[in-house]
């Protein structure tokens, strides 16, 4: 079974700049999230999708960060414009999104590394 | 406000030792524990706790809940140099979010 895919695996560009991040989850998986995990610590929920729905956004920075999940499959995080404080890896997870109120296992990508310089 | 704290920070061990990492939590609504190990890339999930005192193993990995006291350890026997990576400990609340600690790194000296 293929895992989740994220590209690109790094990317660097300076402050101002927009940047996009693309993640597919594994298929069949109806609950997709975005994390960013900052040097030294644990990742951190940014927004939670089931199918093509916002679940969760309460921890994402709106005012720059937004995200799609448009056909409830793959989706795109985007950062526009980026600041110094952004650095940071972006993963991306995915589980079944089943019957509510069970507990899920969530598989992570690979990330992607965010440098602004 | 929901907190998930890990310890030690950071372990040197050397191979064939035994170490007890350590997650406690204050959270609203809790459903359920997960470890995760991460190396240079993806977390990998490697269990997930709802049931106090059910000891969970695979291999040479185990871990127990604590549902009274909030925490829950994470046991690795026989460490070899493999087993070298940050351990993650989040509780998943309310919608399945995960929150998680800042990790507790480990080393393994040969």
């Known amino acids: 079974e293929a895992g989740v895919a994220q590209s690109p695996r790094y990317k660097i560009i300076e402050k101002r700049q927009s940047v996009a991040f693309w993640c597919n989850p594994i298929s069949g998986h109806a609950t997709l999230y975005w994390y960013q995990q900052i040097l030294g610590q644990g990742p951190k929920l940014l927004i939670q999708f089931q199918n093509n729905g916002v679940v969760d956004d309460s921890q994402l920075p709106k005012d720059r960060f937004s995200a799609e999940r448009l056909k409830g499959v793959d989706s795109t995080l985007k950062i526009q414009p980026a600041k110094l404080e952004d650095s940071a890896v972006y993963l991306c997870a995915s589980s079944l999104g089943g019957l509510a109120g069970l507990s899920e296992t969530q598989y992570f990508g690979p990330g992607t590394r965010l440098l602004v310089l | 406000e929901d907190k998930v704290v890990q310890s030690p920070l950071s372990l040197v061990v050397h191979e064939g030792d035994t170490v007890t990492l350590n997650c406690s939590y204050e959270v609203t609504n809790f459903r359920s524990l997960l470890w995760y190990k991460q190396e240079k890339k993806a977390p990998t999930f490697l269990f997930m706790l709802?049931?106090?005192?059910i000891e969970k193993k695979s291999g040479r990995l185990s871990s127990i809940l604590d549902k009274k006291e909030l925490f829950s350890i994470l046991n690795i026997t026989a460490t070899q140099t493999g087993d070298s990576a940050i351990y993650l400990c989040a509780v998943q609340t309310g919608a399945n979010n995960l929150f998680f600690g800042t990790g507790t790194r480990l080393t393994v000296i040969p």
């Open positions: 709802t049931s106090s005192g």
